[in-house]
């Protein structure tokens, strides 16, 4: 456009002086024309613009990561006007959708209508704006456009995998260390705690066969553990100041891991405290599977954008426990010194501290300066630290071991 303007201005500058040189009726009439041509483009070009009809639509509002969304739109003509030049872009094309979804440019005849569905795979979680954001027009002679813009675009909800672990260490006061890896032992066989509906795999001396008679369901006896095993899952909101395509691929690997301890545990019958700050201080208590959905549903929408460190809902938790033995589960993407010095206090004051770390590196990467200083000396005060890269490391692979 801006080379159309140059080439109209030279033109007009051509047209003035031919006339001013010259005159007579053909230097005037071209000079008039190169005038008036500008304004009756430009007024076509807001007829247009008033007259032009569009539709979008979603075929799912929520998805799981991975799986396809098609987004169809349609810009119609239902005039006897030519539309010369329309270029439609779209939320997301820049960030989440990238290298899926591009700005698209076309023209129409009289009475006819662009059609247009894309398939979009939702490759991280989070809730997007999605479908068309401008829809520009210019004028016949690329001197002006005007550009409708869409103020309340589409939404999509993307949910994290559920990534099912097989064991995750989780320290306990039963015995000794060798009941660290959490087992179905360790519970007192006189001592009911919950009952639930059966799910396949368990075992059949946990059937409450009276209730299951009651109730025409196969109902499951949990028992009360003797480790008393519990566990607090701190999750750290503060968003990176990488660019949003980064940012992206690190939140998702921070919630999906958050989610598949959390599962690992609830499954298990774990105690769990969902500890977050995200405008206020959540603090979510579930100690069994029928919560988990509720807080699975939280993470699935939280957004990265606190400010409010994880130290200090570390220290703040550690020095108002009510949980005197406590699994203390850091997941965080930023990992400093101050962090590292809140863990060692709370590791010395006889909580068991484990940290898992998403960091901005891809597969192949390692951890820069800070950051694997910590990550080396941490274990020598007994906290485990699991590393996860924004890339595609295997999350199952990493926490199992």
């Not at 979009?120 to 809730?127: K, Q, T, V």
């Not at 479908?131 to 027009?137: D, M």
């Not at 301890?261 to 208590?285: A, E, Q, R, T």
Request: charged share 25%; proline share 3%; with cysteine.
């Amino acid at each position: 456009m801006k080379r159309t303007r140059i080439l109209y201005a030279c033109f007009f500058a051509a047209s003035l002086a031919y006339a001013y040189f010259n005159g007579g009726t053909v230097p005037y009439m071209l000079l008039y024309s190169v005038i008036l041509l500008p304004v009756i483009s430009f007024a076509y070009t807001i007829i247009i613009y008033c007259r032009f009809k569009y539709e979008q639509k979603l075929d799912k509002k929520a998805v799981t990561k991975g799986e396809p969304v098609n987004l169809t739109f349609r810009v119609s003509n239902e005039d006897f006007l030519i539309y010369p030049y329309i270029r439609v872009s779209f939320y997301g094309e820049e960030s989440a959708f990238q290298s899926q979804i591009q700005s698209c440019s076309f023209s129409l005849k009289p009475f006819s209508k662009k059609s247009r569905t894309v398939k979009l795979r939702c490759r991280y979680r989070g809730r997007y704006e999605i479908g068309i954001k401008t829809i520009e027009f210019v004028d016949f002679f690329g001197l002006f456009s005007l550009r409708y813009r869409i103020v309340k675009p589409r939404h999509i909800t993307v949910y994290p995998r559920i990534v099912k672990l097989m064991g995750f260490h989780l320290k306990t006061d039963f015995i000794s260390e060798s009941h660290a890896i959490l087992s179905n032992k360790g519970e007192d066989m006189t001592t009911i705690s919950d009952i639930r509906k059966y799910e396949y795999g368990d075992s059949l001396r946990r059937i409450h066969w009276k209730l299951t008679a009651k109730t025409s369901e196969i109902m499951v006896k949990k028992f009360q553990s003797t480790s008393e095993t519990n566990a607090v899952i701190m999750l750290d909101l503060r968003r990176n100041s990488y660019d949003s395509g980064k940012n992206i691929m690190i939140e998702d690997k921070v919630i999906e891991s958050v989610v598949a301890v959390l599962y690992f545990c609830l499954y298990n019958w774990i105690p769990v405290n969902m500890v977050f700050y995200s405008g206020k201080l959540y603090d979510i208590h579930a100690k069994n599977y029928m919560m988990f959905h509720e807080i699975f549903e939280i993470l699935s929408k939280v957004e990265f954008n606190e400010t409010v460190q994880l130290k200090d809902l570390l220290e703040l938790y550690a020095d108002n426990t009510l949980i005197p033995r406590a699994n203390i589960l850091l997941f965080t993407s930023n990992l400093d010194y101050g962090l590292c010095s809140q863990v060692y206090k709370t590791a010395d004051s006889g909580l068991d501290v484990s940290i898992i770390y998403t960091s901005p590196q891809d597969s192949q990467g390692e951890a820069d300066g800070a950051e694997e200083d910590i990550l080396r000396s941490l274990p020598d005060i007994g906290v485990r630290c699991y590393r996860i890269n924004s890339g595609d490391d295997d999350i199952e692979k990493i926490l199992e071991g």
